[in-house]
Nanobody, 126 residues
Framework: VQLQASGGGMAQPGGSLRLSCTAS????????VGWFRQAPGKEREIVSV????????NYADSVKGRFTISRDNAKATVYLQMNSLSLEDTAVYYC????????????????????WGQGTLVTVSS
């Protein structure tokens, strides 16, 4: 199983970036997907998750209204559109794919995610 993330880079405050993560070697459908991030000196935190059935998307309070998660099952890809970036969004972003059949109420539980990408660095700086 491989998760290949891309799209990180540098952006100015107020700018936008779009992260992508393509999975291979697993059945992508029927699994939740999510984005996590880890800022320097901080623990990894959930940013956004998307349930396996596509009905539920959840966001951390810090990114609500600015970030949008989406998925394309045909391409086995999950995206994170990040708008209105702030300095506090600087972090390494990780995509993750969860266990088959995870129920929606468990999509916010990090333990539900068993496959992880290598991380892509997002730096917001003026």
């Amino acid at each position: 199983v491989q998760l290949q993330a891309s799209g990180g880079g540098m952006a100015q405050p107020g700018g936008s970036l779009r992260l992508s993560c393509t999975a291979s070697g697993l059945t992508f459908n029927n699994r939740p997907v999510g984005w996590f991030r880890q800022a320097p000196g901080k623990e990894r935190e959930i940013v956004s998750v998307f349930s396996r059935n596509g009905f539920t998307r959840n966001y951390a309070d810090s990114v609500k209204g600015r970030f949008t998660i989406s998925r394309d099952n045909a391409k086995a890809t999950v995206y994170l559109q990040m708008n209105s970036l702030s300095l506090e969004d600087t972090a390494v972003y990780y995509c993750a794919v969860g266990k088959m059949g995870t129920i929606s109420s468990e999509t916010w539980n990090p333990s539900s995610y068993i496959y992880w990408g290598q991380g892509t660095l997002v730096t917001v700086s003026s």
